[in-house]
């Protein structure tokens, strides 16, 4: 089977990944290949242990990572079943690549600059060592600390809460979610649409009293409209009842010059009906106002100019009026409407080539709120069930994503699980390496509660990559506990606990470059990405070292 996947909006991100993660290889080989050389061991043991021990945890490390991304494409959006192959893939042959150039680069140094590594004294006793003996010696104060913590981030696992609006993932002052809330303040429904299909004008009109009887429906758009209802019998009515009478009516031809005192005196005799109006509002009111208004202007005008400019007036005036009476009894012999003879624009715009008829329905209530969204989506799906349209997509597209990256977290975790267990065979061991991911996943949300940030669609993908990298991490660190002989020495002091910082602060500013976009939703991902992988980091330098030390002194 040929697997054909491309860079979308989603697998995009993995350049990201690949540069945050990628690199951590590296860094675990080159830090353990200066701890072996400052031993005193020549280039090919130094390079020999490197591999055997560190590439162990690199390898795990690699397989777990590529676990989290692979279990997404058993999911059903195909964006994240291509992200997940993408960056499955990719993390594997950046450690391939680590493993097979890297210490031959390594050799390469070695040969042209030779550096100098400074043999460490037996059991050094820096300040650095000191200072971790010290701080570990308090390993059940650490423990009860760092569970504390959980404990009270737990809490913030039942109100997390899930911001499904596009619209706060957008630049703020883009004109396009300007315009989209200025539309949902002001006619209180959304410029989303969903779309219907019909074979006929007349299930169109079916549908489309269906749909007005719905209390989620704002408003209907279909070529409908533009065809009156009951066409035969209303023609039948005007060329009965109404031609015969429109027919009789005329407008004389005035031959008579205009005469300004004959208007005057017109307009005395309707103003004394209408005394006793002026106070009032309505419309006599009104016509009593606008002819004291004429009497006043008409004073200070010459006669002949008022009667020459109301002459003027007069005659346009008529034939405005003649060209209206004419179009009244041009409609007196009415035609049926019918479709053929609509704008060709508009009939594009509502029926297809394949003769299909589009009916569009705007929502009357915010679709960007989910439940209110859900009922639009049932009410559309009661009156046909295959409806479509921008909005639906948008519904569909999001509950996808949203339960890919749930599932696809769930399917990782399991099949991380199950993978370590094989390795290492030991329920704690697999306890110890799962510890930085799940107490600094529980850490992460924690202060997301209390920072007001929330989980969206942009930084969904936070689930997958806080796995691989807090077993990575975990890894790292039980691993080179169960290779070093004395089980009471602190291995953060070891090249890998620094390695393991260092890859971790490398993958923070990797991820973290992404908070300088404009765009919310990329700033958002970078930020929850950093605060996870933060969070993740201390659990390993904290809690995990301090539970391996309770664990030596039980024996």
Known sequence: MCIRDSLNILSVVFTTILIGLGIDFGIHILERYKEERKEGDDISTALQKTLQGTGQGNFSGAITTAMAFGAMVLT???????????????????MIAMVLLLPA???LEEKWRKP??????EKPITPSISWLDRFFSHYKLIITACCFLVLVSSLALRTAYFDYNLLNLQTKGTEAVKYEMRILENAGRSAWSAAMLADTLEEVRQKETQLKTLPTIENVESIAAMVPKHQEENLQYVRENLSPLLSELYVEEED???????????????????????????????AAREIDKFFKEVVSVEEYLAEAQLQEFSEELFVDYRGLMADLKKNAEPKLVEI??????????????????????????????????????????????????????????????????????????TAIIIYVFIVFRNPRTVFFILLPVIAGSIWTVGIMELTGLKLNMANLVILPLILGIGVVNGIHITHRYREEKDKNSVVLGKSTGQAVILSSLTTMIGFGSMMVADHYGVFSLGLVLTLGVFCCLVASITFLPALLKLSAAKG
């Open 105 to 107: 680069l390594v050799i």
């Open 76 to 94: 059903d959006f195909i964006g994240i079943v291509e992200l997940g192959w993408i960056a499955g893939w990719g993390i594997l042959f950046c």
């Open 340 to 413: 053929s003879k609509i704008p060709k624009s508009l009939r594009d715009r509502y029926i297809s080539k394949q003769g299909k008829y589009l009916i569009t329905i705007f929502p009357s209530v915010d679709i960007w709120n989910l439940d209110e969204r859900n009922r639009y989506l049932k009410d559309l799906r009661s009156v046909d069930a295959n409806v479509t349209g921008s909005s639906v997509h948008m519904f569909n597209s999001t509950r996808l994503m949203t339960e890919g990256y749930i599932n696809g977290g769930i399917y990782a975790m």
């Open 116 to 121: 100098v590594y400074t043999k460490s004294v």
């Open 256 to 286: 008579e010059s205009f005469s300004l005192k004959a208007l005057t005196k017109t307009l005395k005799r309707i103003r004394f009906k209408l005394q006793g109006r002026e106070g009032k509002e309505d419309k006599v009111a009104q």
